[in-house]
C-alpha cells in the first residue's frame, strides 16, 4: 500500500520529479522537526535548572505566583509605551510566555516611574511606592569598572535614582571603587549610563544573585586586599586590554 500511494495522488499517478520533490519535502520537515525538538528540549533543561531569569516589573510578585496571576493582556507594556520609555516587552519562551519583562537594560531600562503596577487588572504588579522595588540586583564587573582600575568614574551612582542609598564607595590610589549595595531596585539606569562600551554593569535576578552573592562579595574584598604589585598586574595587565577593546562611549556618561 505504500509503495502504491507513493507513485499516486488520489488515485492518479505522479510524475517521478513531483515524487523526488514531494519526498525531499518530507525529509527537509522531518529535519525541521527534529532541530525544533531539540532546541525546546535544551530550552526546557536551561529553564528548569534555574539558568537566566527575566526581570520583571516594578512590583511584581514572587517569580511563580507572578506567572501564576498575569494574564499575558499587555496593559503594563502598552502603558509603557504610551509614556515613550519602551523599557518593557513580552516574553515568548514557552514558560514565561506573554507575560512582561525588561527586555533592553542597556538602551531601555525601566524609569521607575511606578506607573504599570497601578494598571494591572489582576495584581501581578502590585502598587508600590519606588523605595519597595526589587526587580533585581545590579552588580558591577569589577575588571570592567573604570573605577576600579584607577580611574574616577561616578556616571552609575549619578543615573541611580535612588543614589548614594545604593552606592558605596572604596576611595583609593586606584580609583573610586564603586560597590552596588543590596538596597538595589534593579531597574537598570546604571547599566545604560555607564560609559564602557559593553557596560561593566549587569542586573541580576535576586535567585541568580543568591548563588553568587558569596563568591561576588569575596571577589570584591580579595580586591581590595591586594597589594600594590599585585594590583598593578591585575589593572594594567588583565583588565586595561579588555576596557581599550570595549571602548568609552561619552555620550553614555550621566550628565
Partial sequence: MAALL???????PLPIDWIDILDSRRRDFLKIAL??????????????????????????????????????????????????????????????????????????????????????????????????????????????????????????SKACPMGAVIFDFHPGDWGNQPYINESCKGCGLCVKHCPVGTSAVKVATWESYGRLKE???????????????ERYAWVYERNLPKILEAGKVMERDFR
Wanted: proline fraction near 6%; hydrophobic fraction near 35%.
Fill in 35 to 156: 532541530l525544533a525538538g531539540t532546541s525546546l528540549l535544551a530550552g526546557c533543561r536551561s529553564r528548569l535548572s534555574g539558568e537566566g531569569g527575566l526581570i520583571r516589573p516594578p512590583g511584581a510578585l514572587p517569580e511563580s505566583e507572578f506567572r501564576s496571576a498575569c494574564i499575558g493582556c499587555n496593559v503594563c507594556v502598552n502603558f509603557c509605551h504610551s509614556l515613550k520609555y519602551r523599557s518593557l516587552a513580552i516574553a515568548a519562551s514557552w514558560r514565561d510566555f506573554g507575560t512582561p519583562y525588561v527586555k533592553d537594560m542597556r538602551d531601555y531600562p525601566c524609569t521607575l516611574c511606578m506607573e504599570c503596577p497601578k494598571h494591572c487588572p489582576t495584581r501581578a504588579l502590585r502598587p508600590i511606592a519606588m523605595e519597595e522595588a526589587r526587580m533585581g540586583m545590579a552588580l558591577i564587573d569589577l575588571g570592567l569598572c573604570l573605577g576600579w582600575n584607577g580611574d574616577v568614574c561616578l556616571s552609575c
Fill in 215 to 229: 563568591s561576588y562579595r569575596s571577589e570584591v574584598q580579595r580586591v581590595l586586599g591586594m597589594q600594590q604589585e
Fill in 6 to 12: 507513493r507513485g499516486t495522488h488520489i488515485g492518479l
